[in-house]
């Protein structure tokens, strides 16, 4: 969280009387490791929102965390979400560069329409109406899917629509990718071991040593 926050407050590039706000919503299921983030939270004075739910659903789960983000961050001009596993690596302007538009994200497309999967999702508050906003998952779909039917119905130059690509990477010889977002944002993918990698904490090193690597 530390270095997810030092980045945070080193690359993304703010106007001169714009003040930025950081709260992290918790919905860790180790009572350890959530005793550990709040006292991360109260050192470095952020705003910690305790997402103690008992859903089984992982992207259920997750929206429901990111929905209490949201509801915090209503009076704000711009949200911008980033899971735990996506870490600025580079100076972004993406909040200057969708001031005139809704969001700015990468689109998913199913069940042909589209939507924005929050890994790294920024809403235009002052467009956006509170009420629509809804992280949820929806049948098909996963966590944001329930904001499909209003994306869909924008024009193309009305979302900042980021560009993504992978980057490779191995470690004790398994070759694996991570995504790279907007030239900004590297997201380590599957940062949570959700997957039950037995190699995680070596795959985190790895994915630390390539973050640093690429750091501008």
Known sequence: MQEQ??????????????????????????????????????????????????????????????????????????????????????????????????????GQAKLGKMYLHPNCLLINNKIVPADIVNLSPCEGMDTGGRLADYISGLKHDQINNISFEYGNYSYDVVNDFYEIIGGSFMHFIKGSNWNGNSKHEERQAALLNELEKISK
């Not at 952020?46 to 961050?73: T, W």
Request: hydrophobic letters at 35%.
């Open 5 to 106: 926050v030092a980045r945070i407050k080193r690359y993304l590039l703010l106007a001169r009387a714009d003040t930025l706000t950081i709260s992290i919503a918790d919905n860790s299921t180790n009572e350890f490791d959530r005793k550990e983030n709040k006292n991360i939270c109260d050192d470095l004075f952020l705003s910690y929102i305790d997402c103690d739910f008992n859903e089984g659903d992982p992207s259920l789960h997750h929206s429901m965390a990111l929905n209490e983000l949201y509801k915090k961050s209503i009076g704000y001009d711009f949200t911008l979400f980033l899971d735990h596993d996506t870490f600025m690596f580079n100076a972004s302007n993406i909040i200057y560069d969708t001031r005139g538009k809704h969001f700015a994200g990468i």
